[in-house]
């Protein structure tokens, strides 16, 4: 069965760190690409980490470059993300995703890149990150 099971979230002041877990199982966890979605009440889900397993290509969006880390331990097929100088904005259901060779054929095929948020099709539950100003 291909699964992802989050963990890490919780309640941190303005400023401090959490680090999130994915582990992935059901699939080879080296040929995938992941990433971490959030989304906040009221919001659009919003893609933040990108990282291509085989080689470690990451990718960030702005609001959260400088601050947040995603890794990979393909030994423990699991994905973190380290989160710092955590801001009340970054409160949201964060969600650990991967890419499926599938579909990262489609995004080569519309030529989108690796971190085209249309292309991960493999979600976890999610996680509650709060952070409290």
């Known amino acids: 069965e291909v699964q992802l099971v989050e963990s890490g979230g919780g309640l941190v002041q303005a400023g401090g760190s959490l680090r999130l877990s994915c582990v992935a199982s059901?699939?080879?966890?080296?040929?995938?690409?992941f990433a971490w979605f959030r989304q906040a009440p009221g919001k659009e889900r919003e893609g933040t980490s990108f990282?291509?397993?085989?080689?470690?290509?990451?990718y960030y969006a702005e609001s959260v470059k400088g601050r947040f880390t995603i890794s990979s331990n393909n030994a423990k097929n699991t994905v973190y993300l380290q989160m710092n100088s955590l801001k009340f904005e970054d409160t949201a259901v964060y969600y650990c995703?991967?890419?499926?060779?599938?579909?990262?054929?489609?995004?080569?095929?519309?030529?989108?890149?690796?971190?085209?948020?249309?292309?991960?099709?493999?979600w976890g539950q999610g996680t509650q990150v709060t952070v409290s100003s």
């Open positions: 059901g699939f080879n966890f080296d040929d995938y690409v």
């Open positions: 990282i291509k397993v085989r080689d470690g290509n990451t």
């Open positions: 995703a991967a890419s499926s060779l599938t579909a990262q054929a489609r995004a080569v095929m519309f030529d989108r890149p690796y971190y085209s948020s249309q292309d991960f099709d493999i």
